[in-house]
């Protein structure tokens, strides 16, 4: 049987991680894989995400099966934060299941995608987040690309963007990143926004709003105000929300997809929908994560405690990405890196060729992947002006 496969390139991100762990040198940088890290290079678990596991551990007296929609209170608490108000005014409308992090979110919105409108074609934007074209296209949805990000300027392409929107024809399914735009850093603005959900509308096209970055960019309520634009004007919208990164639940899988259909009795068949593609996929969601972060979500004292860790590390990379704008000014006087301070979240790309990313690895010992991607969170005050320096000596 097996035989007859030949082996995969390493996946690009994965891969990276991979040979950062094989390189020898004390010199060496992980700017690559998207994990939050804090001064010493570490990925924390929040004090009151460990504070939930405690008390939810020492209360668990079952681990029964949850069902295909998983963990209830989390799903409403979660689709809560993202929505906020509006949560409440779309509940009838809104099917909310947990899922296997945002990446099963993505899976099991395209499966539903599929399942409603097999001839429907996402939009993603150019360039996406690595994983996105094999998750939503494994689902056999034909994907186009749609101009996002002008390399020249660093900035959003927003007029080419809104252009190519106001042409798709109703019904075409637009992949849309809430905030933090991976692998970017360019977010619309508010107004930006707002244009956004406008043509949305117009055009009856469907939003796929892609939520794995929320609290990452300025805090938990900006970074889903465009979300929520477009939620307050559409009649149907899918969301797939990651806890991977705010919650540090990476490893434990903890995400929801929730669906917003025109009406209760759509809403109800779109329930049926999402659990059967669950239990064909995987049957059901793991439940530590989610039983973690709905239990965060509860205690006013942890969530307290939750958004105030979630503040911190948004500082640390707004401070972060002052800094390396700060010394690779100082290096290569003239040059414009306001850019790093303008873009948010935990990336921005290079803008170096294919050859200097190799260069930048082989050289320097400073790991991105392929298209130049930075984590800004893998950056310290200790290896700042490491990396500036060989980040200028290719730059210059
Ligand atoms: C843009 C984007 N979407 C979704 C995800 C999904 O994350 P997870 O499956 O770990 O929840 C990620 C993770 O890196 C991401 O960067």
């Known amino acids: 049987m097996f035989e007859t496969l030949d082996p995969l390139p390493p996946d690009p991100i994965l891969g990276v991680s991979a040979a950062f762990r094989r390189d020898t040198s004390p010199l060496k940088v992980d700017l690559g894989v998207g994990v939050y890290r804090d001064e010493s290079g570490n990925t924390p678990v929040p004090a009151a995400v460990r504070e939930a596991e405690r008390l939810l551990i020492g209360a668990q007296t079952s681990k029964s099966y949850v069902g295909p929609a998983g963990n209830v209170d989390f799903n409403e608490r979660i689709i809560d934060l993202a929505l906020g108000p509006l949560a409440q005014a779309l509940a009838d409308r ?17 499966e539903l995608l599929k399942v409603s409108r097999p001839e429907a074609v996402v939009h993603v934007s150019d360039p996406t987040w690595a994983n996105h074209e094999p998750l939503i296209g494994s689902s056999g949805l034909r994907l186009q690309r749609y101009p996002y990000f002008d390399a020249a300027r660093r900035d959003l392409a927003f007029e080419a963007m809104l252009e190519y929107c106001g042409r798709l024809p109703a019904g075409a399914v637009l992949l849309l990143h809430a905030c933090c735009h991976n692998p970017t850093g360019a977010d619309p603005t508010a107004e930006q926004w707002q244009a956004i959900a406008e043509v949305v509308e117009r055009r009856g096209l469907v939003p796929f709003v892609d939520l794995a970055y929320q609290g990452f960019g300025d805090d938990l309520e900006t970074d889903v105000a465009g979300l929520r634009a477009l939620a307050q004007r559409v009649p149907e919208l899918l969301v797939a929300v990651s806890c991977s990164k705010n919650f540090g639940l990476y490893r434990e899988r903890t995400g929801a997809l929730a669906v917003i259909s025109s009406d ?88 170096l060729a294919e050859a200097d990313i190799a260069r930048l690895r082989d050289q320097h010992h400073v790991y991105v992947p392929p298209d130049g991607r930075m984590n800004v969170a893998g950056i310290s005050d200790a290896n700042v002006d490491y990396v500036a320096d060989a980040v200028a000596a290719l730059l210059a």
């Not at 945002?102 to 395209?110: D, E, S, V």
């Not at 064909?280 to 973690?292: E, F, I, K, L, Q």
């Open 264 to 351: 209760a009795t759509a809403r109800a068949a779109v329930a049926t929908h999402q659990a059967r593609l669950a239990r064909r996929m995987y049957s059901m969601p793991p439940d530590h994560g989610a039983a973690v972060a709905a239990r965060v979500l509860g205690n006013a004292a942890l969530r307290q405690a939750w958004q105030e860790e979630v503040a911190t590390m948004v500082a640390r990379m707004k401070s972060l990405r002052a800094l390396l704008a700060a010394r690779l000014a100082a290096r290569l006087p003239g040059h414009d890196f306001g850019w790093l301070t303008r873009q948010r979240g935990m990336f921005s790309l290079l803008g």
């Open 94 to 110: 809104t099917a909310t299941i947990q899922t296997v992090g945002g990446c099963g979110a993505l899976r099991l919105g395209a």
